[in-house]
């Protein structure tokens, strides 16, 4: 799922990138996100969604 320029993510941006992941799972798949985008990848982190 390419990520264009982020400039912001509410609170339901990790809720929703994290029920995809899960349902990914569930059918034996994954989700991988492609971002350059520092601020992106620092909430991912924080929010524990980085493998």
Do not use: Q
């Amino acid at each position: 799922m390419p990520i264009p320029a982020l400039l912001s993510m509410d609170y339901a941006g990790p809720g929703v990138l994290c029920r995809a992941h899960n349902r990914a799972r569930l059918r034996h798949g994954g989700v991988r996100l492609v971002t350059e985008s520092a601020l992106f990848l620092r909430t991912l982190r924080h929010t524990g969604l980085t493998a």
